[in-house]
């Protein structure tokens, strides 16, 4: 059989390269296409990287969510003058032990932007996705030249974020070059800002906000968004990383499908054309990936080829399947255990589940 293995990372355990061999390794006799995927969130620079040989890597020292200098890496085509910046890289919620949303600010990855301008970029690709902020943007603008105040016109810094106390906002200051790049938006998630389906409601909760602060911290969002000339609240992928989407929005970023633009980056299409199976995953597959995740996505595709999808997954509350092509959805973990040892296993656990479908695939070849 012709396996085309598409897998997307589980976040905190493995990426989507991790992945993609762990399954590889349970498919020996088969002929198999792996395909690193990501949806713009954990793992979307090294999918461009895999995607795009020619395409370099560039490290800078940036301030990491808890202060501390750290080294991180953006992508860089000079061909094109393309920088590739995964906001995870700098701001994700895999970075520290304990998340603090009323404290981190997004300026590490907003100094990856502005060396990437520096650069001389002509456009510049940001996935969003995996954040531990919640900080409407606030840092990523401040490191190109932003400037906020409070009510008694005190500058307002970056560390902790403070927008809560935002009362203006000054863009005397920004970069020139960033009124001149093309800017690109790549996202799995298209909640606006604010209200119910909005960057606190839905996503604080898993980024440390307690369940008593959401209404708070929602009023402070609300009153920090009204601050802008430009109202982007609505924008689908506003609330994407936080409120990062709000912020790149008031640059004049255009908003990209993830899984569009790593399909677009790669060949996976047209191997899909002649596939048997494609084998896709992640982490937690529920509903929320039916809006946009890369396993729906890819599921789509294959399925308008003819082609049936198997997702394996660490943990899933599925009951009804969408009719898209997918004939399974399969939990990797095998037995009891906890979360930090099925975090820990994964790639064993991923290799052994798929192993143990695929004989019996193979029995009804």
């Known amino acids: 059989m012709l396996i085309v293995v598409a897998m997307d990372s589980f976040k905190g355990s493995i990426s989507s390269v991790e992945a993609n061999a762990a399954v590889a390794r349970a498919l020996e006799g ?39 200098v750290r080294q991180a890496r953006f992508g860089w085509s000079e061909s094109s003058r393309e920088a590739v910046i995964e906001l995870a890289e700098v701001s994700g919620l895999m970075l520290v032990e304990t998340l603090d949303p009323w404290r981190y600010s997004t300026y590490g ?103 008593g602060d959401i209404d708070r911290y929602e009023a402070q969002l609300a009153r920090y968004a009204t601050c802008f000339a430009r109202d982007m609240t609505t924008l689908p992928g506003a609330g994407a990383a936080g409120g990062a989407g709000f912020a790149l929005y008031q640059l004049g970023a255009t908003y990209v499908s993830g899984i569009e633009e790593v399909v677009r980056w790669t060949d996976l299409e047209e191997r899909l054309r002649t596939a048997d199976w494609l084998i896709t995953g ?11 995740k890369a396993p729906y996505g890819l599921a789509r595709l294959a399925h308008a080829h003819g082609v049936p999808t198997l997702v394996f997954t660490g943990q899933s509350d599925m009951v009804a399947l969408p009719n898209v092509g997918i004939e399974a959805v399969f939990s990797i973990v095998s037995r009891v255990m906890t979360l930090e040892e099925a975090m820990r296993d994964a790639e064993s656990l ?3 589940a798929v192993r143990r479908i695929v004989r019996l695939l193979d029995k009804k070849a």
């Open 30 to 68: 088969h002929d198999i296409v792996t395909v690193p995927v990501s949806d713009g969130g954990e793992g979307f620079l090294d999918a461009w990287l895999a995607a795009h040989p020619e395409g370099e890597v560039v490290t800078d020292s940036v301030s990491g969510l808890d202060g501390v």
């Open 109 to 211: 990855t907003g100094m990856q932007l502005r060396a990437a301008l520096l650069r001389g970029a002509r456009r510049i690709t940001i996935g969003l996705g995996g954040s531990a902020t919640i900080d409407g943007g606030k840092g990523l603008l401040e490191a190109l030249g932003v400037r906020f105040y409070d009510s008694r016109g005190n500058e307002l810094w970056s560390s902790p974020h403070q927008i809560g106390r935002v009362a203006s906002v000054d863009w005397s200051n920004l970069m020139p070059e960033a009124r001149e790049v093309e800017w690109r938006v790549v996202s799995d998630v298209t909640n606006p800002l604010l209200g119910g389906s909005g960057a606190v409601a839905v996503f604080g909760p898993q980024k440390g906000l307690a369940e």
């Open 282 to 292: 992640e982490g937690k597959f529920d509903q929320q990936s039916l809006h946009g």
């Open 350 to 352: 991923l290799t052994n």
